[in-house]
């Protein structure tokens, strides 16, 4: 790219609108995550339709291994896109270049060490993370293909990141949607037409996974800021460093989810046996909860990670008062998402619900009561999350693992171990908006302080 498209790129992550800006960035990257949702959601639906509600409890015992490799994926990606749009602030596009080299040699490493452990542990993880010897034979059946994906997947999703933090969330869009709607196509086809089950969902998803990597991969030529080099992949220990330390927070996130999903199908699985429902219910309605849930997950923390490179550029080249107007732009906007998506799972549970083709009277009771309860508070969840990828985007890691833990690790796990002991299996549920409370009052307390540091430095 000549330098003069180059500066014009800079200009206007600087200059521009926000409004504009945040459309620009933030539409492609919401699409993004949504499509990248999708992938469960739509095996769930077909696999709900098609095996029932065993299937869906199985391929939740195995969502714990995928979360945790997105987190690893994560850690790469959001860490080399944070900090290649600082440096992109800072005029220093060298060093941006080498981040983006590190975290792809990382990630190939990284896939392949989740693919050998996956399959060298998969019974014992499958047991820890919940199974139940009515759905252990058929979540190994899953997991045994969905493993091959792992190594794909992983750079998929991180080369998404960096893409977006180039100034092309349309590319990064392209690549998620055509392998989620590759996957849509293929699903009811293996599952139906050539009765594979859990198998033919499974083969699936891991088809649409190389597609996206396929499709990311290729935008190593197209770079808008840099111009890439085979160099670049050599491993540089103080540019690694500073790439994990910055993406830390996005992991830690993952691994905060990981924990919740498997503590959660435990104590399910204990309390679960010692209800009406039994242990399969629960385990296959909270993950049905969690994965529709994803589906808001991803428009707000689409709607912040598209303003990360605005606050990283911003945040580099010292214009402290536009990273705030951008903060606050995306509060805005993320909370609004979180007040619809509040409104539809407390008023339209019962469609939503019959969309994965369950007529178990148990199940959909419980299911019901799991959006309204587990859900209750998640009109806050714009302002939580909007506010950790701030502080990661502005090179405060510390801050964004501190709101992390306390939303997804301090908070929720100890309290849906306490409760259930009072209440049952409900105890469960009720842990999500016990923590949630939480978490928004040290959210609070954070970026407040956060922001009276930015009131001074403004000019």
């Keep these: ?22 459309m620009k960035f933030s539409i492609p990257c919401v699409l993004a995550m949504v499509v990248n949702a999708l992938y469960s959601i739509v095996d769930q639906i077909f696999i709900g339709q098609g095996v029932g509600y065993i299937g869906n409890a199985a391929t939740n015992i195995t969502f714990p291994f995928v979360v945790l490799a997105l987190g ?54 499958l047991w820890s993370f919940g199974a139940t010897s009515t759905n252990i034979s058929i979540a190994l059946d899953y997991m045994r293909i969905i493993l091959i994906g792992f190594p794909f997947m992983i750079l998929a999703a991180g080369l998404n990141s960096i893409i977006r933090a180039d100034g092309s969330p349309e590319y990064s869009m392209l690549a998620m949607i055509v392998g989620a709607v590759v996957n849509i196509v293929l699903n009811p086809i293996f599952i139906f037409h050539f009765g594979m089950g859990v198998k033919g969902s499974a083969i699936a998803t891991v088809i649409g996974q190389i597609l996206s990597f396929t499709i990311s991969l290729m935008y190593i030529n197209k770079f808008k800021n840099i111009k890439f080099k085979r160099e670049y992949l050599k491993l540089d220990v103080k540019v690694s460093k500073t790439i994990m330390i910055l993406g830390v927070s996005s992991l830690i996130t993952q691994v905060a989810v990981t924990a919740i999903i498997i503590v959660s199908n435990n104590m399910l699985k204990v309390y679960g046996a010692q209800s009406i429902y039994g242990s399969d219910i629960p385990i296959s309605a909270i993950g049905i909860v969690m994965k529709v849930n994803e589906l808001l997950l991803g428009v707000v923390i689409g709607i912040a990670i598209g303003g990360q490179p605005i606050l990283g550029y911003n945040y580099g080249a010292k214009n402290f008062k536009r990273v705030k107007d951008t903060y606050f732009m995306l509060i805005k906007i993320a909370t609004v998402v979180s007040v619809i998506g509040f409104i539809v799972f407390q008023f339209f549970t019962q469609s939503i619900i019959n969309l994965f083709g369950q007529n178990n009277a148990l199940y959909n009771e419980f299911a019901l009561k799991s959006f309204k309860i587990f859900l209750m508070l998640c009109m806050f969840i714009g302002f939580e999350l909007t506010s950790c990828v701030f502080f990661q985007a502005t090179g405060k890691p510390a801050k964004a693992m501190i709101l992390t833990l306390c939303k997804q690790t301090f908070f929720i796990v100890p309290i849906m171990i306490i409760l259930p002991k009072f209440l049952g299996v409900l105890g469960v549920l009720y842990a999500g908006p016990c923590a949630e409370i939480l978490s928004v009052i040290v959210t609070g307390i954070l970026i407040t302080s956060e922001l009276k540091k930015y009131s001074k430095l403004e000019v």
């Design 72 to 125: 690893f994926s994560l850690l790469l990606g959001d860490g080399a896109a944070a900090f290649y749009s600082i440096k992109l602030g800072e005029k220093n596009k060298e060093e941006g270049a080498k981040a983006i080299g590190n975290a792809i040699s990382l990630m190939v490493l990284l896939g392949l060490i989740f693919l050998v452990i996956g399959y060298i542990f998969m019974e014992k993880l």
């Design 1 to 22: 790219m000549s330098e003069k498209s180059i500066k014009i790129s800079e200009s206007y992550i600087e200059n521009e609108k926000l409004s504009k800006l945040i």
